[in-house]
């Protein structure tokens, strides 16, 4: 479904990604894992048009997708939740997920869709009033997901939706994550620091380190890696 072949990205002089491969099949749940710094954002940002590699190729869906804008990239169907959830903090919880949808260029937000995210995200509902930025972090993570789903994407990237969340918000959310990739069968790309929730959630991975993929494999396969139990579980 989606592919990256040898992608390189610099900002400015500076390449911080060195010919990364790795790809996404239909229904697949994925992950990239790696310290801080190693690429990651770098990867899901020139997967949505941000950024341009300097080399390599990306496609989706047989299509060349680098070197597109960004909202030529979500109207194919690639929605992105970006670290650090960047919702609308002077917008409502409605009106943040009526922007999800009005991305997909249509008739604002539909009361199918709406259903939807409310099924995954039953505490949103209760805080359709509230404004976004007086939400506690795992609520306005909850909503950056759900306005991500309100575009009704074929493909869904999350950068470390964990991040700086209270523990038992962080489960309700990679479980509601969970929910929707078996129920839904839609194909995702997760970015996390957070490795032993990512495998769980995952059914294979990619190790990023310094721009590069040093591994890949099942899940299975990565917990038991060597490298990953040293550097990443402390085992
Ligand atoms: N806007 C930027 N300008 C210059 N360097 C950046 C920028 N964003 C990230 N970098 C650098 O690129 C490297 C990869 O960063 P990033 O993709 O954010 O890593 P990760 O998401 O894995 O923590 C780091 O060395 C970081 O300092
Ligand atoms: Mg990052």
């Given at each position: ?8 990205v610099a900002y400015?002089?500076?390449?911080v990604l ?23 954002s770098t990867t899901v940002r020139a997967i949505s048009g941000l950024l341009r590699p300097t ?11 680098d070197?597109?804008?960004a ?165």
């Open positions: 479904m989606l592919t990256l072949d040898g992608i390189s400015g002089a500076v390449e060195h010919g990364v491969s790795l790809r996404v099949e239909a229904g697949e749940l994925v992950c990239l894992l790696g310290a801080n710094g190693a690429g990651k080399a390599g190729r990306i496609s989706f869906l047989g299509e060349r997708l070197g597109r804008p909202h030529a990239v979500l109207e194919r169907g690639i929605a992105q939740c970006p670290e650090g959830r960047r919702i609308f903090p002077e917008m409502n919880v409605l009106e943040n997920l009526e922007m999800g949808a009005y991305v997909r260029g249509g008739q604002g937000a539909r009361p199918e869709d709406l259903e939807r995210v409310f099924h995954h995200f039953p505490r949103l509902k209760e805080r359709l009033g509230q404004l976004g930025g007086t939400l506690s972090g795992g609520e306005q993570q909850m909503l950056a997901i759900a306005r991500a789903l309100m575009s009704r994407p074929r493909f869904l990237m999350l950068d470390e939706p964990s991040l700086g969340i209270m523990p038992r918000l962080v489960d309700s959310i990679l479980e509601a994550l969970a929910q929707i990739h078996r129920a839904e069968g839609l194909a995702m790309f997760l970015v996390e620091q957070n490795v032993p929730a990512a495998l769980d959630l995952a059914t294979r991975g990619y190790v990023l380190q310094t721009g590069r993929v040093v591994l890949e494999g099942s899940s299975r396969e990565l917990l038991d890696s060597e490298l990953v139990r040293k550097a990443y579980l402390g085992i």
